[in-house]
């Protein structure tokens, strides 16, 4: 059956028990669920169709006969246009306890409007439907080939940003998105994990009681309907979600042709902060990352602390420098803890007048570099802590 | 005696055995080397002193009584004016075989003229002084305490780009450097070794004999006189000169504040190309070299390839992308390796119009990727290296 019954009270009766998504206006919020199911994430055509005519609208118009200009887009929608399908979706939804969230809601996480025609046309949410926009979000994301060093790196990461308030946002896969996850979660703060397929469904198998416990706390996030397989097609485009929603995206480990670098063109695409972990050149596990700083412009993060900056929160690094390059430097070669010289003497070995060399010999000695004996000669103090004289 | 005589037939005479220098300009090659001893290297009041009047006017102003513009300069010019040690280090020179090379000469490596008022008066050269300009040139540089893994990307950096006519410049240090200039001279290449001190001098002890075999084909190269000590300035110094005379600054190993970061900032500083190889972020060895990618905007090196690009030898990489996003791979995900499908179920599964999918079918049956058996079903055909339907 195609026939999509949109008033207001059969869409109220449809959407009971899936939150409080029949609240706002059931037609439209149920118009969505018809949309999630006719078309793949990310479709353009649909996205424009229900830009310029609303939902509901929109829907009428795909699944008419209309000989029109969305007559392609209208071929790859009506084969699926099936309400049993929809109640079907409704009907896991609410066995799951899944949320519907929409954008007229203003829990609705604004930053995923920057996807344009591309955004969703709706969101399932098992756990807090709470907190997904307007606090600091990071996606911390990689290979599920990862090694220990990648799964410890993101570890350290997750666990003190979410310590610190900052959503921590991953796919839920094995390895470096795993690792993130089960951080975050150790130290109390939030994550939210966004799947490729529903989130009535555990995927993959073995993070079931991960995501169980991610939802008790943070979020599991798809904007497929329930009961929808996570195909390769989605697992890209449900990287443009991750991409969105973060402040800042941070691949961890990826391999050469790594998902993960498809989340990173899609950071760079909507001008999201992105970074990369670098790694020992001969692992494989980083040369995706390495590409994300080569290919990509992406920042070197070596610490929470760079994450914080690319989020504007961190004090940017102090200028660079090779240590003491100054002048004081040359005068302080030519003093010798042992022999001590007169005035006349260091002038010379560092290539300064007289005045200047006592000028700063006695800056040297404020400073607790330099001290002058009882028989008036200058002699070097050595710190702890201090490099050889000859340390290039 | 602070008494410089310039005159030719005198100038000559000092600078006997000194290669070809003395062929040019005795005169003001022989102030040059008046120079050498008087003012520290990057004295930029002897170098603008000398670029207004010349090299021997330029002296006799320093060597002057005047109260002047310079009498500041000349304070610390004057208490090293001492005829005495001007010859005795030519002395040394023509004891360690060195080779005086002056700006005049066309022998001279231009791009160390980039550095203004504070480029060198002069060279000291042991080994070849053909080659230091003109070719393709990569500084490789690092920390001493290298790790076994730095050692050897630097070695199989260094050993690449010399064995492809690439000169390898370093500073001759223990760790890094060493192991670039080892690497470069093992397969015939051609390598520099810039040192702080004098070239008739080995620094470090240790490296006595290596920096023998870089003299033997290419050369150890030095601003500062012979006998000069290498002080921890003339070690700043002498990596300004590292970076002006190479076309690329390669940092392999650093640690946080490392006198490699001295050599990038000057290459930044310069115009020249920069980059650091990474490494572990738990690597205190590398963690100069993040500063590098983070602080000075360098490029991330990986292979000796990526430095070619950095010398505009290479082809840029590709454009970076995750795998097969296009919709392809929404159809392919459909097909089964074992399942036959009919092209109704095929486009219905992947989103698309029967037409469509009918036309993809036929794209992916050209390239092997889809078949149509005897039943007229479709099926996916697997090929070695393909990944996993479900791979993200």
Redesign the interface.
């Known amino acids: 059956m195609t026939h999509a019954d949109l008033t207001m009270d059969a869409a109220a009766a449809a959407l009971a028990g899936v939150g409080r998504a029949q609240e706002l206006d059931p037609s439209d919020t149920y118009a969505r669920v018809w949309w999630s199911v006719l ?2 994430p990310g ?1 353009g055509a649909a996205g424009e169709l229900i830009a310029r005519f609303g939902a509901t609208d929109a829907l009428r118009i795909a699944l008419s006969d209309t000989d029109d200009e969305w007559a ?1 887009a ?4 009506k ?2 246009a099936d309400s049993g399908s929809v109640h079907r979706s409704l009907d896991a939804a609410r066995r799951a306890d899944a949320t519907l969230l929409v954008p007229s809601d203003p829990r609705w996480p604004s930053r995923l409007d920057d996807l344009g025609v591309h955004a969703p046309h709706a969101l399932w949410i098992r756990g807090d439907v709470e907190g997904l926009g307007g606090v600091p979000t990071v996606a911390i994301v990689g290979a ?1 080939a990862a090694t220990p ?1 990648g799964e ?2 993101a570890a350290d990461l997750a666990a003190d940003l979410a310590g610190s308030g900052v959503v921590v946002v991953s ?1 839920a ?1 094995y390895g470096i998105d795993g690792a993130a996850h089960r951080a975050a979660l150790s130290t109390g703060g939030r994550t939210v994990a966004f799947l ?1 397929g529903g989130v009535d469904r555990a ?1 993959p198998r073995g993070h079931e009681a991960l995501l169980a416990r991610i939802a008790e706390t943070g979020a599991v996030v798809s904007e497929t309907p329930c009961g929808a397989a ?4 989605r ?2 485009s449900r ?1 443009r979600l991750i991409a969105a929603v973060a402040d800042a995206v941070v691949v961890v480990e990826a391999g050469h ?9 899609h950071a760079g695409q909507l001008g999201r902060a992105l970074g990369a ?6 692992s494989a596990a ?2 995706g990352c ?2 994300v ?4 412009d992406g ?5 929470a602390a ?1 994450v914080r900056e690319m989020l504007g929160q961190g004090a940017s ?1 102090g200028p ?6 100054d002048e004081t ?2 005068l ?3 003093l010798s803890p042992r022999v001590g010289r007169e005035v ?1 003497d260091l ?2 070995r ?7 060399a006592q000028a700063m010999l006695g800056l040297a000695e404020l400073e607790g570099r330099a001290s002058r004996g009882d028989d008036g000669l200058w002699r070097s103090v050595m710190r702890r802590g201090d490099a050889p ?4």
């Open positions: 078309a793949e479709d392609s209208r071929g790859r929608w084969p699926r599920r060093y410890a790196v796919g896969a490729a995927y996570p195909t390769k097609w697992f890209l990287n042709r790594s998902g993960s670098l498809n989340t990173a063109a972990v670098p790694g020992p050149v001969t980083s040369a390495h590409r700083l080569r290919e990509f920042v070197c993060v070596t610490s760079d690094a660079a420098g090779g240590g003491r390059t430097s040359r302080l070669d030519a006349a002038a010379r560092a290539g300064f007048a007289y005045a200047d004289a000859r340390d290039r």
